[in-house]
């Protein structure tokens, strides 16, 4: 399993726009790509308009390939990116430990 980690600054005020958003294009668009196995969407408790969004993917390629290279990474992105204060920062990990 792939963890796909992004790190997104949202634009002041825009807090209960972007929560309802991003919860509809993760449950409309991104639960619907090969290789979704799962998400999770945090707010900053200090930085309130930071949220670090961890969707799980069974392979690396599903991201980058499968999904990005659809035409459902546009309509993601034209769900979320309004809001975005500049662009996110995507990273990935693979499992190295886990508790029970």
């Known amino acids: 399993m792939i963890l796909e980690l992004a790190d997104i600054s949202i634009q002041p005020g825009q807090n209960a726009a972007f929560e309802e958003a991003i919860q509809r294009g993760l449950k409309t668009v991104i639960a619907h790509a090969n290789g ?3 998400f999770k969407v945090n707010r900053g408790i200090e930085s309130p308009q930071r949220y670090i969004l961890q969707i799980f993917w069974t392979t690396l390629e599903d991201h980058t390939v499968g999904f ?29 430990a886990k508790s029970v």
């Open 68 to 96: 990005r290279g659809s035409p459902a990474f546009a309509e993601w992105r034209a769900i979320v990116g309004p809001f975005f204060a500049s662009p996110p920062v995507v990273e990935h990990f693979e499992l190295v």
């Open 36 to 38: 979704f196995e799962g």
